[in-house]
C-alpha cells in the first residue's frame, strides 16, 4: 500500500509523527499509533507533545513537562515508540509545519513523514501555517473515534481543501472510545482511571496531583 502513495520514496524509511496535546496520554493513543505503524509501515512512530498550540489558551493544559514524562512512561516498552521534546522544547507557539521541516531534514535519507493526529485537526490544515508546503512534505492519517461521520469527513475536505484529498488517510480506532477529556474528568471526580491508561503514567497522574479541579 505504502509504494503507491503520492509523494512516496521507496527505500526512504517511513516515519510517523503522532502530534496531540497527551493530556494525557491514553490506551487511544497507543493503539491509533501501533495500528498506523502496521498498516503504514513505519519504522518508527514519534510522538510529539504540543508544546504552546498556536490556537489555544495555554492556562488549561497541563505544563508541557507533566505531558511529555507522561508519555514517555507511556510508550516505554514499545521500540518502535520515541518521544521527541521539540515542540516542547520551543518557548514560543509552535507550528506543525515547523516540527515537519525538522524531521525532514534530521535525517539521510529524508525519511516519507506521516503526521498522525485527530480527524477534526486535519479538516483545519487549510488555516495552519505554510499548509501548502505541509501537505508536499507529509502523508496524513486522519484518526476517528466510533461514531464519527465519515460523510462529514469527505463533504468537509472537498469544500475547504480539495487538493489534501491525496493525501489524506482515515484510520478508524474503536480504543479511541477513551479520550483525555473523558480520564480528567474521572480524575476531577475520583473515579478509577485504571486500564485506561498505562499503570505508569496512573501513577504518575497521581502522585502529581494533576486534574485533581476540573477545567
Ligand atoms: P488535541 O486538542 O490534543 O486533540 C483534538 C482531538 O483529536 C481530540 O478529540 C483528541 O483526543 C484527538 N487526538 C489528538 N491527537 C490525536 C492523535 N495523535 N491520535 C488520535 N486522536 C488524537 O489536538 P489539536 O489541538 O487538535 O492538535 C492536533 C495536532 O495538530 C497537534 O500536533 C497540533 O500541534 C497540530 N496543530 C497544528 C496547527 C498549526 O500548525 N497551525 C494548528 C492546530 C493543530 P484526545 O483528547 O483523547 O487526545
Known sequence: MVSHLPGHRN???????????????????????????????????IFVPAGIPPHKDHETISHPEHRY??????????????????????????????????????QSPEPN??????????????????YEELLRLSTFIAVTRPGYSLDHFHETLERNCPQMKQKVHLLEIPA??????????????????KYLTPEPVEQYIKKMELYRIQN
Open 113 to 130: 513523514i506521516f503526521f498522525i493526529t485527530g480527524a477534526d485537526a486535519i479538516l483545519e490544515i487549510f488555516t495552519w501555517k505554510d
Open 69 to 106: 514524562l507522561m508519555t514517555t512512561l507511556a510508550v516505554m516498552s514499545n521500540p518502535a515508540f520515541i518521544v521527541s521534546r521539540f515542540e516542547i522544547d520551543q518557548h514560543e507557539p509552535t507550528y506543525t509545519i515547523d516540527t515537519v521541516r525538522h524531521f525532514a531534514k534530521d
Open 11 to 45: 527505500g526512504s524509511p517511513n516515519i510517523g509523527l503522532m502530534g496531540g496535546t497527551f493530556d494525557p496520554i491514553h490506551v487511544g493513543h497507543l493503539v491509533t499509533a501501533e495500528e498506523a505503524r502496521q498498516q503504514f509501515d513505519l519504522n518508527s512512530v
Open 176 to 193: 479511541l472510545a477513551v479520550s483525555s477529556t473523558h480520564i480528567r474528568d474521572r480524575v476531577a471526580l475520583g473515579k478509577t482511571i
